[in-house]
């Protein structure tokens, strides 16, 4: 009968050590897959760093401008600035002309944009302004005033432009300063190139018009 009971003793304490040995493999399987789940989510999470850096760093920025419908603006951003584009109507470009005599530099002289973009649309093509939306004054971020008349609250000789609120600095639809405003230059165009008709690459210079 003694016999009998260590035997039984026995048994139970070595299926306590299997029990005990099942439970720890479940654990270290545990732990070992969620090492394994951090393992691979860390290199997923940095590959999504670098294009962030880059970014932040300057590098080119595409975008599909097929989406802009005429008379209307979006802003992207490059290197941390908006960077707007205006889909120009004819009657926009047209209205350029009328300014010249109101505006400080007509001619874009003072270099503020690309000279592929020194002409009187300040643009590659005169239908999409491509502008960094910052006022050349003290940094602040001008409004977009697109539309013509008393509708932008500017008065009813106002083509149409940009409105800084800080200091009451006004740009025509090319980013051309008015005379007597506190920004001392025109809104700066950024480099940047045509990859085709609906899609543009802000922060690398055009090789040709």
């Known amino acids: 009968m003694q016999r009998f009971c260590n035997l039984t003793d026995r048994i139970m304490a ?25 393992t691979v989510a860390v290199p997923f999470v940095l590959s999504m760093n670098p294009s962030a850096r880059a970014r932040a760093a300057g590098a080119p920025v595409e975008i599909d401008i097929s989406r802009i419908e005429p008379g209307m603006m979006i802003t992207e951003e490059w290197r941390g ?11 926009m ?25 020194k002409n009187e649309y300040r643009a590659i093509k005169p239908e999409y302004l491509v ?12 409004s977009q005033k697109l539309a013509a008349g008393t509708e932008s609250g500017l008065g009813e000789g106002w083509k149409g432009g940009f409105f800084c609120p800080c ?3 006004k740009f025509d639809l090319a980013g051309r300063v008015y005379k007597g405003a506190p920004a001392p230059a025109n809104l700066e165009v950024p480099p ?14 055009s090789k040709g018009t």
């Open 14 to 38: 070595d299926n306590n050590v299997d029990r005990g040995k099942r439970r720890f493999l479940s654990i270290a399987t545990g732990v070992a897959g969620g090492v394994a789940g951090v």
């Open 81 to 91: 600035k908006p960077v707007w584009i205006v889909r120009r109507t004819q009657e």
């Open 93 to 117: 470009i047209d209205s350029l002309k009328d300014l010249d005599r109101e505006v400080a530099d007509p001619d874009s002289r003072v270099k503020m944009q690309p000279d592929y973009a």
């Open 131 to 142: 502008l960094v939306g910052i006022c050349t004054h003290l940094g602040c971020s001008p």
């Open 167 to 169: 200091h009451g600095s």
């Open 192 to 205: 940047y190139t045509y990859l085709s008709d609906t899609r543009l690459l802000i922060g690398q210079d």
